[in-house]
Nanobody, 123 residues
Framework: QVHLVESGGGLVQAGGSLRLSCAASGRPFSNYGLGWFRQAPGKDREFVAGINWDGRKTFYADSVKGRFTISRDDIESTVNLQMNSLKPEDTAVYYC????????????????WGQGTQVTVSS
């Protein structure tokens, strides 16, 4: 079992930046693929970014490419999402997730989820 807790959400103006962090506890997650998802009101949850087990491969939704960066720190057991040039359409609850296959892409089933953190971007 991997327990995930997100932090760093908040209210920011369009064009601003936020950094989300997710702390993991439980099983060592150095072999896990990690990801960030989001869900806006009235919409399905969507994949935002992912990173494979060794950090050498990253994956991004087209809507955030060039603006968001995912990273992991296996010593601190954290996965981070740096979000720049934020837009009102980025407003959502953001969730971090982990999967035991080590891939980190949207094609893999993520099995462990945090409770989410709200990100609101004002225009």
């Amino acid at each position: 079992q991997v327990h995930l807790v997100e932090s760093g959400g908040g209210l920011v103006q369009a064009g601003g930046s936020l950094r989300l962090s997710c702390a993991a506890s439980g099983r060592p997650f150095s072999n896990y693929g990690l990801g960030w998802f989001r869900q806006a009101p009235g919409k399905d949850r969507e994949f935002v970014a992912g990173i494979n087990w060794d950090g050498r491969k990253t994956f991004y939704a087209d809507s955030v490419k060039g603006r968001f960066t995912i990273s992991r720190d296996d010593i601190e057991s954290t996965v981070n999402l740096q979000m720049n040039s934020l837009k009102p359409e980025d407003t959502a609850v953001y969730y971090c997730a982990a999967e035991p296959y080590g891939v980190g892409s949207s094609r893999v089933k993520f099995e462990y989820w945090g409770q989410g953190t709200q990100v609101t971007v004002s225009s």
